[in-house]
């Protein structure tokens, strides 16, 4: 596989976003039971009605989850196209905690399945 490091600036970023967020709501991306409900939570947020519900909220916890929810699914896409381009990501910690987390809820849910994993 084909490493670039275009690429791996991104997957930088993302994960320093990612791990701004996981802070802001207070989730230990250590906890991966903590890791499985906001992914479940993320799931279920998923739906425009629901996303822009929360992107305005006045609440702030509402407001960051939508940004993950955001930042989810640029993280899910970049790891499938990665994939079909034969470039091989390497992620920190939180990265791999957070994708983790969110294809096997995707999974459990029916909304990801095996063959879309990065």
């Not at 996981?22 to 479940?40: C, F, K, P, Q, S």
Request: proline share 1%; net charge negative; with cysteine.
């Amino acid at each position: 596989m084909m490493v670039l490091s275009e690429w791996q600036n991104d997957v930088a970023l993302l994960e320093h976003a990612i791990a701004a967020k996981l802070i802001a709501l207070g989730v230990n991306w250590e906890d991966g039971a903590a890791l499985h409900r906001l992914a479940r939570e993320i799931f279920h947020c998923q739906d425009r009605e629901t996303l822009h519900r929360c992107l305005y909220s006045t609440k702030l916890q509402e407001r960051v989850l939508a940004e993950l929810v955001g930042l989810s699914q640029l993280m899910l896409h970049l790891m499938a196209h990665s994939a079909q381009e034969g470039v091989e990501l390497h992620a920190g910690p939180i990265w791999k905690a957070f994708a983790r987390a969110l294809y096997q809820e995707g999974e459990a849910m029916g909304v990801l399945s095996a063959s879309q994993r990065g």
